[in-house]
């Protein structure tokens, strides 16, 4: 074997032996949470099983919400269409193909409602997937939450809000990076007040691993992004201590088991340092909370019921790295959105690993091995190399802006593929064990015609609507763009007018211009 397999994914070079490691002396729920955020983790509570739906229509999303929710979901995750994501109603050109495809459609407040029709918001939590458009989403949800005489203080979810990461990774911005940064402050000031109990943004590896960063890169960019944020808040004249407790994360989890396992104790080490560096001293808003999804990028087309066993891989990482909430993919996404059945073995296995692997009887159960503890102090390490390469451009925005997240992001992402492709690096049933396919049988679909029934929602809802107090509410949020007021309480009353996300997207796009 060549010398290069005995390397993590980020190159750190992997001992035959480990014999020691500097002792522990830290418990888990203290400073600096290497060993979990909780004194008791799960044997007091479970990490929250998140599955992730949305697609075609909210009437269709709807029934698979109230399906997931009757197999035991605990809480819900959203996904939104391309056109929802970047300020396009479904009448728009630019919607056209894409309409309902990766995630649902929504184009007004009417949508929301269809959505979670049945759905008590109170009870339950919501994680949003949604960025350059998250404070009209949101609006919607608060909307709709007050709709249904929700007491917003106890209203919780996340909006993941992280546009740093579309910048360097994903694409799914509108406007740019400093006007989008003050949208992103006016949610943090607007929350803290009214709906304390939200997570106002979830700080994202994901879309950076999935783009073919390494787990150091994703560790090392996260962290640099969740720093500007939080710098951003504090120009702001926000609380650190206060605001920095609704800060989440959201990481990838791929296959290099003990690499993974250590990233994540090395994140909130790294976190709680970067956050006191800032003034932080309330324990709360030093912790990294963070929700793990399975690695999308490492399931296979080729042989998908071998990704059953990838992802239990995967989620037994998260778990044993602490994460606090879970998202297992489907064996079946390589091919298309899960099926069905795939979202039903998804949420098995992490019921299977939470109520009979014995993983979560004790609190950080992999502490103190040499391994895991050498390998958690050489993440940290290589990481803090990149934070300090990122400060010294002046931070992440600017580093952004130099396009250096995204020249590292490609090189790594294309080291990766030669790897693949010269059999340096095994993927199983791709480029070693392979055989004939056979094609599952069972895909799923989203058509067209979706974009004529929302065409058809948005004619109607306009006719019937009160376009006068539309047109006054959009002409209030230019305004409060104009200035420096909080743009949230203008796009909530301009939902409750029934105005459009492409309308009141438009609006900002006036004013801030597009990247």
């Known amino acids: 074997m060549s010398n290069s397999s005995h390397k993590t994914s980020s190159g750190i070079e992997i001992k035959t032996l480990y014999t020691s490691a500097k002792p522990m002396e830290e418990l888990p729920g203290e400073f600096p949470f290497t060993r979990g955020v909780q004194k008791d983790m799960y044997r007091g509570r479970l990490w ?27 809480g819900l995750s959203v996904a939104f269409d391309l056109p929802t994501q970047i300020g396009y109603d479904s009448d728009h050109e630019m919607s ?20 979670f029709g049945g759905i008590a918001l109170q009870d339950i939590t919501t994680s949003m997937t949604i960025n350059a458009t998250a404070s009209i989403l949101l609006a919607m949800y608060i909307a709709l939450a007050k709709k249904q005489g929700a007491d917003l203080k106890q209203l919780s979810g996340t909006i993941q809000n992280d546009i740093l990461k579309e910048y360097a990774a994903r694409g799914t911005y509108i ?39 390494t787990a150091v890169q994703e560790l090392a960019f996260t962290l640099a992004n969740g720093k500007a944020y939080l710098k951003a808040a504090i120009g702001k004249g926000l609380d650190i201590n206060v ?12 296959n290099n088991f003990f690499e993974e396992i250590a990233k994540f104790r090395a994140a909130r080490r790294m976190w709680a340092k970067i956050a006191t560096e800032l003034g932080a001293t309330d324990p709360k808003a030093q912790m990294l909370r963070f929700h793990t999804q399975t690695g999308g990028s490492t399931l296979t087309a080729q042989q998908p019921l071998n990704n059953v066993i990838r992802v239990t891989n995967q989620a ?22 899960p099926t069905e059945g795939a979202a039903k073995i998804a949420l098995r296995t ?18 103190g091995a040499f391994f895991v503890e050498n390998l958690t102090d050489e993440v940290e390490k290589a990481a803090w190399l990149y934070i300090d390469k990122i400060d010294a451009m002046g931070g992440a925005v600017n580093a952004i802006e130099n396009e250096y997240m995204q020249e590292e992001i490609a090189a790594s992402a294309y080291t990766y593929q030669t790897e693949i492709e010269n059999g340096d690096k095994i993927s199983v ?19 067209d015609e979706i974009r004529k029934v929302q065409i058809e929602k948005i004619e109607k809802l306009k ?34 007018q029934y105005a459009t996300l492409g309308e009141i997207a438009d609006v900002l796009r006036n004013s801030f211009g597009e990247y």
């Open 175 to 213: 406007y740019p990076p400093k006007p989008s940064m003050r949208i992103i402050t006016d949610i943090f000031e607007f929350c803290s007040k009214e709906i304390p109990k939200w997570n106002t943004i979830s700080i994202s590896g994901y879309h950076i691993r999935e783009a073919g960063s």
């Open 316 to 337: 037994m990482a998260a778990v044993l790295g602490g994460t606090q909430s879970l998202h297992t993919n489907g064996y079946d996404e390589a091919l298309s959105l």
């Open 463 to 496: 006719a019937q609507r009160d376009n006068i107090k539309v047109s006054i509410a959009l002409k209030n949020i230019a305004l409060a763009a104009e200035s420096d007021k909080n743009l949230m309480p203008g796009i909530i009353d301009a939902v409750e």
């Open 243 to 254: 605001f920095a407790k609704r800060l989440s994360f959201f990481f990838n989890c791929h």
């Open 48 to 74: 929250t099983m998140r599955q992730y739906a949305g697609f075609s229509t909210a009437e269709e999303s709807n029934k698979r919400y109230h399906y997931l929710l009757a197999q035991g979901t605990t």
């Open 350 to 367: 992490q019921q299977i690993i939470a109520f009979e692997s014995g993983v979560t009887e004790t609190v950080d159960p992999l502490a």
């Open 429 to 447: 049933g791709v480029n070693k064990f392979t055989e004939m396919e056979t094609d599952l049988t069972e895909v799923f679909n989203v058509g």
């Open 96 to 115: 056209a193909g894409e309409v309902g495809k990766v995630g649902v459609a929504i184009d007004s407040l009417e949508d929301i409602e269809t959505l």
